[in-house]
């Protein structure tokens, strides 16, 4: 079965943490380049950051040195270490393997909303 369960989000001041986290079916996960995507209010969905079955990582630039992406492969769980958050960090956060379609599954995805 199919699954990807995004959690961790929340309510946080601009300059705080937050860790999401990923949960996903192995058939989606295993051996797979996954990313998190990002969509912020009135925008279009984006990757943030990605990360193969090795762990080797790239980010945005819009995230760089301010995010962390890291993966379980014997639990199918991707994490996502945000700190430093900022104003344009809001929005909902989502994963899945990197290059899914829209029309792929996508699961429900988790808010993040950053305040002053």
């Known amino acids: 079965q199919v699954q990807l369960v995004e959690s961790g989000g929340g309510l946080v001041q601009a300059g705080g943490s937050l860790r999401l986290s990923c949960a996903a079916s192995?058939?989606?996960?295993?051996?797979?380049?996954m990313a998190w995507y990002h969509r912020a209010p009135g925008k279009e969905r984006g990757v943030i950051a990605t990360?193969?079955?090795?762990?080797?990582?790239h980010y945005a630039a819009s995230v760089k040195d301010r995010f962390t992406i890291s993966r379980d492969n014997a639990k199918n769980t991707m994490y996502l270490q945000m700190n430093n958050l900022k104003l344009q960090d809001t929005g909902v956060y989502y994963c899945?393997?990197?290059?899914?379609?829209?029309?792929?599954?996508w699961g429900q995805g988790t808010q993040v909303t950053v305040s002053v």
């Open positions: 899945n393997q990197l290059g899914a379609r829209d029309y792929a599954y």
């Open positions: 192995g058939s989606l996960f295993s051996g797979n380049v």
């Open positions: 990360i193969t079955s090795g762990g080797g990582a």
